[in-house]
């Protein structure tokens, strides 16, 4: 069984950083794409941020591309978001994820198989 445990979320003003983290439980983390997806309340859950199993490639949704940044330590098992100029429409849980089905494209949820239970980000305007 895969477990994925965010941290690194809470209150931050409008303008400031962020670095959340992924660990990520198992031997197999290096093998497969991760992704960051986030979800505000009363909307759909939308992609973020997703790197390959090397980290060598990167994808990002435009509302944050320029200001996001995601990278992965396999060593360490954990998969990072570094998110600078945050602005208050950025506020939402945000997600990690496994890519465990290539055959999608990583910006669909359905690429993922396992998911994180959630770290809460809110940016005061």
């Known amino acids: 069984q895969v477990q994925l445990v965010e941290s690194g979320g809470g209150l931050v003003q409008a303008g400031g950083s962020l670095r959340l983290s992924c660990a990520a439980s198992g031997r197999t983390f290096s093998s497969y794409a991760m992704g960051w997806f986030r979800q505000a309340p009363g909307k759909e859950r939308e992609f973020v941020a997703a790197i390959s199993w090397s980290g060598a490639n990167t994808l990002y949704a435009d509302s944050v591309k320029g200001r996001f940044t995601i990278s992965r330590d396999n060593a360490k098992n954990t998969v990072y978001l570094q998110m600078n100029s945050l602005k208050a429409e950025d506020t939402a849980v945000y997600y990690c994820?496994?890519?465990?089905?290539?055959?999608?494209?990583?910006?669909?949820?359905?690429?993922?198989?396992?998911w994180g239970q959630g770290t809460q980000v809110t940016v005061s305007s």
């Open positions: 994820a496994r890519g465990g089905r290539p055959a999608y494209s990583m910006y669909s949820k359905n690429a993922y198989d396992y």
